[in-house]
């Protein structure tokens, strides 16, 4: 294996990445003035520190999942996430602004502290989709790293601040790749950017990241076949080549 997918290299791109993440978490929610930070949103459309306490819950739940690596334990599955959600914006919604910032920071710390517990056995073969170092990656990048980016993002744009938004969204991908986590980490970051560039009326774009993920993750190739994220793709021949039809 190369030198840069040992288990001990792979747990410091983690933890690099974990760090890198909270502090762009703290830089963003330093943006927001006393009268947004004391702001109650709607089941729908949340409040800035709604985000936030959303934010703590995932990284939350991704810390259970990777203690019961550590314990050798099977990772628990959890609810629909779209549930989920709608369930926990009424408690969200009580926090103030420092109680949630409080929760995600203290997330973080949780989820760290768990990457450092792991035995090497669960830090290896991170290209093997079976195994639990690629389960590891893709489920970190995805509550953590690409989430706080994705809700950055999502911010942005709700202020018309789009490039602002395409740049929260690249820098986490940025950050992946020079981390040297390995093909399933980066693969899992360039799908999710070429979700968010599908979204946003760039298909080239989307193409030409959708086309290195799949690559580097043939496991998301069947995903992509239902996520609604790429439905604007479907027309593309790129596309229709790059994830055909299921074999019937």
């Known amino acids: 294996m190369p030198e840069e997918l040992t288990p001990t290299a792979l747990r410091a791109a983690l933890i690099a990445l974990l760090n890198q993440t909270q502090a762009r978490e703290e830089a963003f929610r330093a943006e927001f003035s006393e009268a947004e930070r004391q ?83 669960a830090l290896t073969n991170p290209d093997d989709q079976e195994s639990q170092a690629n389960l590891l990656f893709a489920t970190t990048m995805g509550n953590a790293v690409g989430h706080v980016a994705e809700h950055m993002a999502n911010h942005y744009r709700s202020i018309g601040q789009t490039e602002r938004a395409m740049q929260a969204q690249q820098d986490a991908v940025r950050e992946i790749i020079e981390a040297h986590a390995g093909p399933a980490a980066e693969g899992s970051a360039r799908y ?5 560039y599908a979204l946003h009326g760039q298909p080239d774009d989307a193409i030409s990241e959708l086309r290195v993920a799949l690559a580097q993750r043939p496991d998301l190739v069947a995903w992509a076949r239902q996520d609604h994220d790429l439905d604007g793709l479907r027309d593309d021949r790129a596309f229709q080549t790059l994830v055909p039809p299921e074999e019937q």
Not at 97 to 102: C, I, K, M, P, T
Not at 192 to 196: K, R, S, T
């Open 39 to 121: 702001q109650v949103g709607t089941a729908d459309e949340w409040a800035p520190k709604e985000v936030v306490a959303h934010l703590a819950y995932w990284k939350n739940r991704q810390a259970l999942r990777v203690e019961a690596m550590a314990r050798g334990e099977e990772s628990p599955e959890f609810e629909d996430w779209g549930m989920v959600n709608t369930e926990t914006w009424p408690e969200h919604a009580q926090l103030t602004w420092d109680e949630s910032a409080q929760r995600s920071d203290d997330a973080m710390r949780r989820l760290i502290a768990a990457v450092q517990s792991l035995p090497e056995s």
């Open 192 to 196: 999710n950017l070429a979700c968010y």
